[in-house]
């Protein structure tokens, strides 16, 4: 089957500007996740989404990050304005359902903010 | 991540075997993920632990003791290609069944 598929691989932008990252799960997969992984350590739940409706989003900076998966498959992450700190590697993670930890993790969007 | 300690860092030699340790800390204890992840690369299901013991597979084998709080990831016959980062991952029940990973062990394999 196919993987998740996650575009761009990389961005470089400045600080204070816009980005968007790409995600595409597997296909039948329910349960979508974005993740942030800084250097060094873990990734780090960001949003999860059942279908097109938002499950958690309790560790996600709303005042400058935004998600959304309307038709319940692709999704998008933006930040805006972007700062130093969210220099990171951008996961989005698919599963079956909820409660269903089969994880399938796309390879990441690479940001470095300058 | 939150409650989830694994060694930084950890250099082997090619053929040789290794064990890499995880500890946790949580009232509400639901499952043990492995993951291994090459530089630049996703994150890739090695193993699942929900009871006590020891799960073989391959090369690789896990354990976990869910009284003491503690898995271990045993790795036989190192080859290059193992030098990744392995992340240890539990299911905890006070963040909400979510997955929370630790921050991943650097393993170096050298000839």
């Known amino acids: 089957e196919a993987g998740v598929a996650q575009s761009p691989r990389y961005k470089i932008i400045e600080k204070r500007q816009s980005v968007a990252f790409w995600c595409n799960p597997i296909?039948?997969?329910?349960?979508l996740y974005w993740y942030q992984q800084i250097l060094g350590q873990g990734p780090k739940l960001l949003i999860q989404f059942q279908n097109n409706g938002v499950v958690d989003d309790s560790q996600l900076p709303k005042d400058r990050f935004s998600a959304e998966r309307l038709k319940g498959v692709d999704s998008t992450l933006k930040i805006q304005p972007a700062k130093l700190e969210d220099s990171a590697v951008y996961l989005c993670?698919?599963?079956?359902?909820?409660?269903?930890?089969?994880?399938?993790f796309g390879s990441g969007t690479r940001l470095t903010v300058v | 991540g939150q409650n989830i300690d694994q060694p930084t860092e950890m250099t082997a030699t090619e053929g040789a075997i290794v064990q890499i340790n995880c500890t946790y800390q949580?009232?509400?204890?639901?499952?043990l993920f492995w993951y291994q992840q090459h530089a630049g690369e996703a994150p890739t299901f090695l193993s699942y632990n929900v009871l006590d013991g020891l799960e073989e597979k391959g090369r690789f084998s896990s354990f976990l003791s869910r009284s003491k709080g503690y898995s271990y990831l045993l790795l036989k016959e190192l080859q290059m290609k193992d030098s990744a980062s392995y992340l240890c991952?539990?299911?905890?029940?006070?963040?909400?069944?979510?997955?929370?990973f630790g921050a991943g062990t650097i393993l170096r394999v050298k000839s």
């Open positions: 296909s039948g997969h329910a349960t």
């Open positions: 993670a698919s599963s079956l359902d909820v409660g269903n930890y089969g994880y399938t």
């Open positions: 991952a539990v299911i905890l029940r006070e963040y909400g069944n979510k997955l929370v």
């Open positions: 949580t009232s509400g204890f639901n499952g």
